[in-house]
């Protein structure tokens, strides 16, 4: 499959997050299903922090993003996942699509 500049630039701001996991002794496998909190565990702390550089760089107005929905304050199961399709199709809309 042949990724366009806009997937790539998601998978590369993810990827700044993708730390090395001890027990598989290398990074996360980033996929387009990949979801950011179930899959990858990111820390909630972590996850704000590239949601705000992702509407940075693509334009996307923060306040359009519900980050509860995806990592719910309480640490209860997420209303949806957080995938990077769900990125990548709102870096291509300009605009927050998962509402």
Not at 35 to 62: G, Q, T, V, Y
């Amino acid at each position: 499959m042949v990724m366009d500049d806009t997937e790539k630039a998601v998978f590369e701001l993810v990827e700044e997050y993708n730390g090395h996991w001890f027990w598989l002794r290398k990074r996360f496998p980033l996929t387009h299903e990949t979801d950011l909190n179930k899959d990858f565990r990111m820390a909630p702390e972590d996850a704000a922090e590239l949601l705000e550089s992702f509407a940075e760089r693509f334009s996307i107005n923060s306040k359009e993003i519900n980050f509860g929905r995806y990592f719910p304050p309480d640490y209860s199961k997420p209303e949806k996942p957080l995938t990077i399709q769900v990125l990548i199709d709102s870096a291509r809309a300009g605009q927050w699509t998962d509402k």
